[in-house]
């Protein structure tokens, strides 16, 4: 049965969830939430018009300061609706609860086929270390756009690597479980034009035992994304950019690439995903809670 959605927030993450939808046979309808004018969908203003709408499906897109103002909205207001709130989930730690809807949190590189594949190949292994290092050029982000003017460089509005990138403490957790923090340092520290952090240093520890060390900063000027997991027979390196992995089990050494990947298809298969219930590989409401945890205590180090 076809379904209406909306999308709270036309940025450049709110564009790229409206044209995906748009293009998808489950959604019949789809509006959005926004000050601009002009756009090529049904577009409200107000977020008190959403009632007429009385979509199926929502997305929050906004800015991150304006998530939980908005979710709450939407719990107090609607029932049985499922939502998905645009990673990070919030700008800090909120306790709120959710009984009325579905929610669940934006973290769509647990999509990539390469983290899908260390999921699968790392379930029945013991692990020992988990290196993983997120460096590129905030400058360079948005071609045409000053950076300094984006909500990556202003604290206030949720910018900042630890929630910007907080990308590799989802899945780092999905992969292994709940982290501990050890050892934290985050902070500014390059001569960008920014008040938000631009680096991050953790070493922690999961419940198994499985030592893990994340790399985060806004001021590499080659883009690196890489994973490195070391365990009972098995070494992994996977490179998110180059899209391969070399997995070397037992003494044996495969290597995979992903050349077809474009970037919308993660999003693409996590709103599908989404719709259909289907929802192994989704970041669930807890979830998403447990990495603002995560984000809180590494926080409360002073750097």
Known sequence: MPLSALIIGYGSIGKRHAEILSEMDEISHLSVLSSHFDLPYETISSIEDISSLNPDYMVIASPTNQHYTQLKFLEDNFKRRKILVEKPFFDSFV????????????????????????????????????HVFCGSYLPDWRPGMDYRETSSAKRDSGGGVLLDLSHELDYVQWLAGPLEVEHAVNKKVSDLDIDSDDLLLLSGRTQDGVHVHIGLNYFTRKPIRKIIIDGEGISIE??????????????????YSFPDLERNDTYRAQHQAVLESDLKNVCTFTEGLNTMRLIENIRSWHN
């Not at 490179?239 to 037992?250: C, F, G, K, M, P």
């Open 95 to 130: 306790d709120l609860k959710v009984t009325h809807n579905e929610v669940y949190v934006g973290y769509n590189l647990r999509f990539h086929p390469m983290i899908d594949k260390i999921k699968k190949i790392c379930i029945d292994r013991r692990l020992w270390n988990i």
């Open 238 to 255: 996977g490179d998110l950019i180059a899209n391969t992995l070399s997995v070397t089990e037992d003494g044996e050494t495969s290597d």
